[in-house]
């Protein structure tokens, strides 16, 4: 089940000068992180509750290089908060939703994700996060 917003994920070419923009309005990068099987370096930025998560591609072959080379840099993805990522996918693919996955895989900061094909969301790639437990939320 859906608990929150996590996070929006926002594809850059470079974490480096992408930062300062947000450092400018006086938030701060908390962590960069590389996920290698995503090919993607993320940068998680607190902003109130949720998180901006910059994505840098590793790779100009990785999903965010060629997502930056066809549509350039913006708005990738939102992520939703789920306490059961199993359940909800098996739930949206009963309905004939479509998902990227087989089944969720792991993400950023130990969370499993799953990712709703935009085709299923009115046009919006969604991702579902589950925290570990024990995670801070
Ligand atoms: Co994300």
Do not use: N
């Amino acid at each position: 089940m859906v608990k929150g917003l996590d996070h929006i994920g926002i594809a850059v070419p470079s974490i480096a000068e992408a930062r300062l923009f947000y450092e400018r309005l006086g938030l701060a990068v908390e962590a960069i992180e590389e996920v290698p099987q995503e090919g993607v370096r993320v940068a998680i930025i607190p902003v109130g509750g949720v998180k901006i998560e910059l994505l840098e591609p590793l790779s100009e072959d990785s999903t965010i290089g060629r997502y930056l080379a066809k549509r350039g840099p913006g708005l990738h993805h939102v992520c939703l908060a789920s306490d059961g990522v199993a359940a909800d996918s098996a739930s949206l693919r009963a309905a004939g939703v479509p998902l990227l996955r087989d089944e969720p895989t792991p993400g950023a900061e130990g969370a499993l994700v799953q990712f709703v094909h935009p085709k299923g969301a009115g046009g919006v790639l969604y991702e579902l996060s589950e925290r570990p437990v024990g995670a801070r939320d």
